[in-house]
Structure formats: structure tokens, C-alpha cells
């Protein structure tokens, strides 16, 4: 069996599409066996985030795609190996003027990838180490000064091939900070029908969430997940805030309705809101200029992913 990469689209734009640590847990559904030939996917993610409006005036809309490919497989005794390429890219619609004056900024892209390994041990227990690689950048921003890396650290207990719990922790050197983030690794099937899992690939943009599943007899799943996102990226040279950096932040909370519709294809559909929204405008040096509350955004967004 091909192994499933599960998840608020392991390609949303806040909850894992802006991310580049694809959780180990995404890489091995079993717990060992014989080693396996190399299993890539494809996967594209056109999102729609509603208008909002912001606490002191103004208000803002998104849209943007995200797209994710890779490769992985298993050499036997538990250990796996995998490389993850991603591409997110957003444009934000502010309003005439804003409680940051003119519009803080407009076209934001992310792009790197990552190289998750994970490592069999005794007793059903597994280990992970996943550094990553990413560019996080409005169109205009100085490339060099884009760069976020860094890397997940994580062990994983397998008491069957579909419960297993376990612990990681995330190291990344952002955009003008440092950020450690505790993970909770969950991916267990309380029955036939429901599931606790982590919706969604850890990375620098936040730990990975929990989501409640369940499936239908006709072979299509219904989630209710949340997760707390981070997105930050350089600003342009020549804009408001000159190489500055833009940060929105808050919960998105979600359904998701997706199927199987064979070993290669998958369809997965979001809806939802993000609450607790801020947006942040920061000097080169990291420093807060600004900060504001938008109210609760409307969120949309499809998945369409091959195997193969």
C-alpha cells in the first residue's frame, strides 16, 4: 500500500502550505517492514480567504495557490526517507487606507523544501530529524534576506500500525527572530469509524494542530481540526516599510470533507474561518511598528493530490 500523506491539505497556505517541516509522521503510516520503492506525489491548493475587517480601519482579502511535491521510501527496519519541495504564493487586497495607512503590503511568495528522515528503533519507538530550507518574501524583498531554516527533532511511539503518539521539537532561525515550538505528534483511530490525528505538516509557521475524523461507509472523511499559524515574511525595498517584515498570525479553524478515489487520486475541500487574526508590520530590525486585530476571516480551499 502506498503510504497516505494526510492533512489540511498538506498544502494549505496557513495550516501547512506556507510550511516546509513535513511532519514524519506524513511519512510512515506503518511501523517497519521491508524496504519499499520510491512513491511520489503532486498536489495543488487554490485557496480563498474572505474580506476582513481590521479593529482601526480598513479591511483585506486574500487569494493564492499552494503546490507540494515529493518523494519518499521506506528502507526497511522502520527507516524512512524523504524530500519535499513547496511553492505558496498569496495577494492580499487591502482597502484604500488602513489603520497602517497605505497597504503594509501586496504579493507575498514562499518557496524551499525540506528532508525529513525518520529511524526505527526498539520497541516500536521512532526518531526524526527534518531540517528545512525556505525563501518567505513580498515580490520586491531582497532574496538574501528572505531565508528561514532550520529543523524538527521528534520521537514517535507506535503501540499499533494506527496509534502512535509522540513529542518533537522545532528549531527555526525566521525572519528577524528565533522561534522553538513544542509538537504534539497524534495519529490515533479510536475505532473503525473515528480518528485523532495532526492535521497538518509542522514547520516554522506553528505546530501541527489536532483534528477529529470521521469516516463515512462510502469511503469519504469528514474532519474538524484547528491549529495556531504564523506566517511572516521580508517586505520589499521600496514599500511603506522598507525591507521590514509582515507578519499574519491567528487560528484557523476548519471542516474538511475529502476521498480517496484510488491509490493515485485524491480530492480534499476547507471551509472555515481564521479567529484571532493580527496582522504585524515590523522594521528591518525586527521591531513591532504596528500591530492590529482583524475580525474573524472566512476561509476556502481545495486540494486536488496524485500518487504515483
Same mark, same amino acid.
Given at each position: ?99 497602517? /495607512?497605505? @497597504? ?5 511568495? =514562499? +518557496?524551499?523544501?525540506?528532508?525529513? *528522515?525518520?529511524? %526505527?528503533? #526498539? ?82 509557521? /506553528?505546530? @501541527? ?5 470521521? =469516516? +463515512?461507509?462510502?469511503?469519504?472523511? *469528514?474532519?474538524? %481540526?484547528? #491549529? ?81
Amino acid at each position: 500500500m502506498k503510504p497516505k500523506l494526510r492533512g489540511f491539505a498538506a498544502n494549505n497556505r496557513r495550516t501547512g502550505a506556507a510550511t516546509i517541516g513535513a511532519m514524519l509522521l506524513m511519512l510512515a503510516p506503518g511501523t517497519g517492514g521491508a524496504a519499499e520503492a520510491w512513491q511520489s506525489f503532486f498536489s495543488v491548493t487554490p485557496i480563498w480567504q474572505g474580506n476582513a475587517n481590521i479593529d482601526n480601519g480598513g479591511d483585506f482579502d486574500a487569494t493564492g495557490v499552494g503546490i507540494r511535491a515529493g518523494t519518499s521510501s521506506g528502507f526497511g527496519a522502520g527507516h524512512r526517507a524523504s524530500v519535499t519541495l513547496h511553492y505558496d504564493y498569496l495577494d492580499y487586497d487591502f482597502s484604500s487606507r488602513t489603520a497602517f /495607512g497605505d @497597504a503594509p503590503w501586496s504579493q507575498v511568495q =514562499r +518557496f524551499g523544501f525540506s528532508v525529513p *528522515l525518520v529511524f %526505527g528503533g #526498539a520497541d516500536g519507538w521512532f526518531y526524526g530529524v527534518a531540517p528545512s530550507v525556505e525563501w518567505s518574501r513580498e515580490n520586491g524583498a531582497d532574496l538574501g534576506e528572505s531565508v528561514v531554516y532550520g529543523g524538527i527533532l521528534s520521537a514517535t511511539k507506535a503501540f499499533a500500525p494506527d496509534q502512535r503518539l509522540g513529542f518533537g521539537l522545532g528549531v527555526f532561525s525566521d525572519i528577524e527572530e528565533t522561534k522553538v515550538i513544542p509538537i504534539l505528534v497524534v495519529n490515533w483511530r479510536l475505532n473503525d469509524r473515528w480518528s485523532l490525528v495532526n492535521p497538518l505538516p509542522a514547520g516554522p509557521a /506553528g505546530p @501541527a494542530g489536532l483534528e477529529l475524523n470521521y =469516516r +463515512f461507509d462510502n469511503g469519504w472523511d *469528514l474532519g474538524l %481540526g484547528a #491549529a495556531y499559524r504564523s506566517l511572516r515574511f521580508r517586505l520589499r525595498e521600496t514599500g511603506p516599510t522598507p525591507d521590514g517584515v509582515g507578519e499574519e498570525r491567528g487560528v484557523p479553524i476548519f471542516l474538511r470533507l475529502s476521498a480517496d478515489f484510488s491509490d493515485q487520486a485524491s480530492l480534499f475541500l476547507y471551509a472555515g474561518a481564521i479567529v484571532g487574526g493580527e496582522l504585524r508590520v515590523e522594521d528591518s530590525g525586527g521591531n513591532t511598528l504596528r500591530e492590529e486585530s482583524f475580525d474573524p476571516a472566512p476561509l476556502l480551499g481545495a486540494t486536488f493530490r496524485m500518487q504515483f
